[in-house]
């Protein structure tokens, strides 16, 4: 499911959304629309995944950890790179 969301907002992204690097100034939601939203889906599913993970209980923690190296894995192998490096 994430790739297939991913896949979703990456495919929006234009040619010219990256030639104008609009991304890297104030105006990126303006400029670059579709490059700011998957720039937020990043942050918002790392920082998902890092609340996931950082909990007191060890036990927990080690499983939600062993699921998330899953996750990576299958990721790998659908050559998703940008969930592999949000995880």
Known sequence: ?????E???F???TPSELMS????TDRKDELSPHIAAL???FNKLS???VSTILIPNLVERT??????????EECRRLN???TIMSI
């Not at 499911?1 to 969301?5: A, D, S, V």
């Open 47 to 49: 920082f998902w995944i």
């Open 21 to 24: 690097k609009g991304w890297s």
């Open 11 to 13: 495919s929006k992204i």
């Open 63 to 72: 499983k939600i950890l062993s699921k998330w190296i899953v996750v990576a």
């Open 1 to 5: 499911q994430l790739t297939i969301y």
């Open 80 to 82: 998703n790179f940008n």
């Open 39 to 41: 720039t937020r889906w």
């Open 7 to 9: 896949w979703k907002l």
